[in-house]
């Protein structure tokens, strides 16, 4: 009797949302058709069929929510009957259900049971295998699932278990006598949430920051767009020229390109770097797989792509995952300067600010205009030390600042 339940679309997946069925109570099902839209913390991707059959019940409606694992319908081959009825409980809506009937019973969800002391371990087999990869235990871990069942997102992420008088108490809300308006987290804002605590509390951030002058890429890309108008091509953006030095630089201080591994280092021989791309739910990184290798026109060809893609939550699982590197430019916004988080396991993040027009002085000693821009790095001090940092931010500033050393 095999029940189809909800697959892990993406690395940081830990529930979904039917979007939608594309298939209905009673239809037959062939082993690849397409039977839903499901809504992951990153994009919206259509589930395929591993079974065939018919799909004798759906228990997770349009909307609906779930883990990871677990089940959302039935499918039964012609003649065959149920063992059991389906259990329809795990599933949460994803809207409130209206005109419910009224209950005396409390309206806060209950707060999560750890399971008793010396009894075994009530958890899910997702959640006891990730257990299993992270090296952590489960014992004392409070479970969100039904009575106290530990799930996928319940697991801690390294080191042992957390007990309960380790989680710190939630921060009490205020009244502040204004009206108010309460917006439920989307599966994205919960994982950046998670991720982003995460990064700032285990790994130990630095920051290093540069000032570069941009006016010879401003010329050399005003050249190109010139050519490129009369040709018919796409213009090239600054994000653009940056993309190709972070990618060039990297290759030279292949040290930056790097991951902590727990007990070791990787260093990367490719570079795979992850674009900061703002939606509407947050904010997600797709991924330009071998950047070192690529062309100014074939980046440029790939951010449009996947930014497009990334707003309509069209991206594939492949292509925000394996990032190596990533750059987070807010220069569009106006901002000069910031210093971003970075995105574990990677051990480096790239901020970049807008160009600015301010006065400087020259190699004549003279006072002009000029246009500045800053570049800052993040790095995670277990991989990468500040004098890595600053030789490769040097590597980046000599790119930026000859950017027709990056055309051959």
């Known amino acids: 009797m095999p029940f189809i339940n909800m697959p892990k679309l993406s690395d940081t997946m830990t529930e979904g949302t039917v979007a939608r069925w594309l298939k209905k109570e009673g239809d037959r099902i062939e082993m690849g058709d397409i039977l839903a839209e499901i809504e992951t913390d990153k994009a919206t991707m259509e589930m395929e069929s591993f079974d065939e059959g018919v799909l004798k019940e759906i228990l997770v409606k349009d909307g609906g929510k779930i883990g990871v694992g ?44 750890a399971p008793p002391t010396g009894s075994r371990v009530k958890a899910s087999p997702l959640a006891k295998k990730i257990a299993a990869e992270r090296g952590v235990s489960l014992d004392g871990v ?178 925000f995952s394996g990032g190596t590197l990533t750059v987070s430019n807010l220069g569009a916004y106006g901002i000069e300067q910031f210093y971003a988080i970075v995105n574990p396991p990677q051990a480096a993040i790239l901020a970049v600010g807008a160009i600015v027009k301010k006065p400087i002085v020259n190699a004549k000693d003279e006072i002009v205009i000029g246009q500045r821009m800053s570049v800052s790095l993040s790095g995670d001090h277990r991989v990468v030390d500040g004098a890595v940092g600053a030789e490769y931010l040097a590597a980046l500033r000599k790119l930026i600042e000859n950017p027709a050393l990056m055309l051959f």
């Open 70 to 113: 677990q089940r959302m319908a039935l499918i039964l081959d012609e003649g065959e009957v149920a063992d059991a009825p389906a259990e329809k409980s795990e599933a949460k809506s994803a809207a409130p259900v209206k005109d419910a009937p009224k209950s005396t019973a409390p309206t806060t969800e209950p707060t999560p049971a």
């Open 142 to 319: 409070a479970g969100s699932g039904p009575d106290g069942r530990i799930v996928a997102k319940d697991v801690p992420e390294s080191g042992s278990a957390p007990k309960s008088a380790d989680v710190p108490a939630p921060i009490r809300l205020e009244k502040t006598g204004g009206e108010e308006r309460r917006i439920e987290l989307s599966g994205m804002r919960r994982v950046i949430a998670d991720r982003l605590l995460a990064s700032k509390t285990q790994i130990p951030h630095f920051y290093l920051s540069i000032e570069v002058d941009a006016a010879p890429l401003m010329r050399l890309r005003a050249e190109v767009n010139t050519a490129n108008e009369a040709g018919g091509q796409p213009k090239i953006t600054v994000n653009d020229f940056v993309l190709l030095a972070v990618a060039r630089a990297a290759q030279q201080c292949p040290k930056v390109n790097s991951a902590w591994g727990g007990d070791h280092v990787v260093e990367y021989g490719s570079v795979n770097i992850c674009v900061a791309v703002a939606v509407d739910d947050g904010l997600v990184t797709p991924v330009i797989r071998n950047a070192q290798s690529l062309s100014l026109r074939e980046i440029s060809a790939a951010v449009k792509d996947l930014a497009k893609r990334a707003r309509n939550k069209k991206l594939k699982p492949e292509e």
